[in-house]
C-alpha cells in the first residue's frame, strides 16, 4: 500500500510523521505504525497533535481477508495549528483504489464517529488544488468557509 503512495509523503490521516522509522521498512516499524494508531492522548500534544482516533480504510466487509487501503484520522478537538490548516478529519486513498467511492464513505462515518463524540461542527481541509478531495468533502454536506495557507476550509454540520 505504501508502495502504491509512491511513499508516505501523501499518506494523510496516517500520521506517520508521528514515529521515528519508516512505518515499513520492517516489521517492527510496521507495529509501531500500528501501535501509534491505537493510542490517543488528552490535550495538545505538541502543537500539532491532539486526542484523535485512528481508522483504516478498506475495499471490502471489514473481514480477516480484507484490503487496507487508505488511512483517517480523527482529531477530537481542535489547536490553532489544526483550525488553520489541517482540519478535524485527515484521509487518503491509495491510488490504485480512487475513484470508487471509498473517501466519501469514509468519511462520511468519520462524521458519524464525529457526532458520536460531541462534534457538532467539523472541519475538513485540502490543498486548494486538490480537485477530488474538494468534491468528497462536498458530496458530505461540506460547505467551504475560506481558503488559507493553500487550504480550502469546509465545515460540515
Not at 32 to 45: I, K, S
Request: hydrophobic share 35%.
Amino acid at each position: 500500500m505504501v508502495e502504491d503512495f509512491g511513499g508516505t509523503e501523501e499518506m494523510h490521516g496516517s500520521g506517520h510523521w508521528n514515529l521515528s522509522g519508516d512505518p515499513v521498512a520492517t516489521e517492527a516499524g510496521c507495529a509501531d505504525f500500528v501501535a501509534m494508531t491505537e493510542v490517543t492522548a488528552p490535550g495538545d500534544l505538541d502543537g500539532t497533535r491532539v486526542a484523535s482516533s485512528y481508522f483504516w480504510i478498506t475495499a471490502g466487509d471489514g473481514g480477516p481477508d480484507d484490503e487496507v487501503i487508505g488511512f483517517l484520522n480523527l482529531r477530537h478537538t481542535l489547536n490553532d495549528f489544526l483550525l488553520e490548516e489541517g482540519g478535524h478529519i485527515g484521509y487518503s486513498v491509495r491510488p490504485s483504489a480512487r475513484r470508487r467511492g471509498h473517501a466519501s464513505a469514509a468519511l462520511g462515518l468519520a462524521l458519524r464517529e464525529a457526532a458520536g463524540l460531541g462534534i457538532d461542527r467539523v472541519l475538513v481541509t485540502c490543498d486548494e488544488d486538490n480537485e477530488p478531495s474538494r468534491r468528497t468533502i462536498e458530496a458530505n454536506g461540506g460547505v467551504q468557509e475560506d481558503v488559507r495557507s493553500g487550504k480550502r476550509r469546509y465545515w460540515i454540520s
